[in-house]
C-alpha cells in the first residue's frame, strides 16, 4: 500500500462523509461528532503504530483502517438517529459491507482489501475473534486502541460541554443520578472490561469506560491516555465515595504498572 493510495481513500472519505450533511442543525452536528472523531482516531493509530516500531506499511494500513472504521455510522445515524448499535444496527459490520459494495478498495491488493474490512467488521466486537489471522489481529488491537482513546476524549468533551451544544447521539440515555452498579465497580477492581448490557446509569456508563483500560494492548495506548489526562476526565466526574475510589486506586495502580514495565 502507498501513500498515494492512503490520499486517495481520505479523499473519497472527504467526499462520502459530506454526502450526508444536513441543514439540520442536530443531524449535522452529530454528523461532524463522527468526521471529527474518526481524525482523532487517525492521528492516533499512526502514534501508536510508530511507537510500537512499526514500520511505514503497517502504518499506513492502520490509519486506513482508523480512516474507515466508523464509516457505517453516517448511514446509521441518517435512518436511525442513534450510535446506538443494539437498539439500531452493528455499525461495523455496515462499514465492512459498505466497503464493499462500494469498491473503494479495488486499488489494493486482495488480501490488503479483506484485512481492512475484516479489521472494520469486528473492531466494536465485545473481543476480538480467535479465529482471525495475525496480520488482522494486529490491525483490530490498534483501531480498538486508537478508537477507545479518543472515545474517552468525546465524552469528557459532552460532560464539559453546556447542554445545548452536545450532539444528541452521544448520549447513553440512562438515568444521570449518583447511583452506580456493584457489577460495575466489581469490574475495575478485579481488572475485567465491563459490558454495555450491565449499564443502568450515568455513572455505569463512565465506569465502563474507564475498564477499557484493562483491554489497552500496547504500551503507547495507555501513555496516550495518560499524557491527555483523559482517565482523570472520567474519574472526576464520578461520585467521590470511598468504594469508587479504592476501585480507582487499583486502576491508577495498574496503569502505572503497565507504564513502568513498559508492556505492549
Not at 501513500?3 to 450526508?20: C, E, G, H, P, V
Not at 466494536?124 to 495475525?134: D, G, K, M, Q
Request: aromatic share 10%.
Amino acid at each position: 500500500m502507498t501513500q498515494d493510495d492512503l490520499i486517495y481513500f481520505k479523499n473519497w472519505f472527504a467526499d462520502y462523509t459530506r454526502s450526508y450533511y444536513s441543514t439540520d442543525t442536530e443531524d449535522q452536528k452529530n454528523i461532524l461528532l463522527k468526521v471529527e472523531h474518526t481524525d482523532n482516531v487517525c492521528r492516533n493509530i499512526v502514534r501508536i503504530a510508530r511507537g510500537s516500531s512499526m514500520d511505514d506499511d503497517q502504518t499506513r494500513l492502520a490509519e486506513t483502517v482508523a480512516l474507515f472504521h466508523d464509516v457505517g455510522r453516517f448511514s446509521q445515524y441518517m435512518k436511525y438517529k442513534t450510535f446506538r448499535d443494539d437498539i439500531s444496527t452493528n455499525h461495523g459490520l455496515l462499514g465492512s459491507e459498505i466497503l464493499a459494495e462500494e469498491k473503494v478498495l479495488q486499488r489494493l491488493p486482495e488480501d490488503e482489501q479483506q484485512m481492512i474490512i475484516q479489521a472494520v467488521k469486528f473492531h466494536n466486537a465485545f473481543a476480538i475473534p480467535t479465529v482471525l489471522e495475525s496480520r488482522v489481529v494486529l490491525l483490530l488491537k490498534l483501531i480498538r486502541d486508537a478508537d477507545k482513546a479518543d472515545i474517552f476524549r468525546v465524552f469528557i468533551k459532552y460532560y464539559e460541554s453546556p447542554v445545548e451544544e452536545r450532539a444528541s447521539a452521544t448520549a447513553f440515555k440512562v438515568p444521570d443520578t449518583t447511583e452506580y452498579s456493584a457489577v460495575m465497580l466489581s469490574c475495575i477492581m478485579n481488572k475485567h472490561v465491563a459490558s454495555y448490557a450491565n449499564i443502568r446509569t450515568e455513572n455505569d456508563f463512565k465506569l465502563m469506560k474507564l475498564s477499557w483500560v484493562y483491554d489497552l494492548h500496547f504500551n503507547e495506548s495507555v501513555r496516550l491516555l495518560v499524557e491527555r489526562d483523559y482517565l482523570n476526565g472520567i474519574i472526576n466526574k464520578l461520585p467521590q465515595t470511598e468504594e469508587i475510589m479504592s476501585a480507582v486506586t487499583i486502576l491508577r495502580d495498574y496503569v502505572a504498572q503497565r507504564l513502568k514495565n513498559g508492556k505492549q
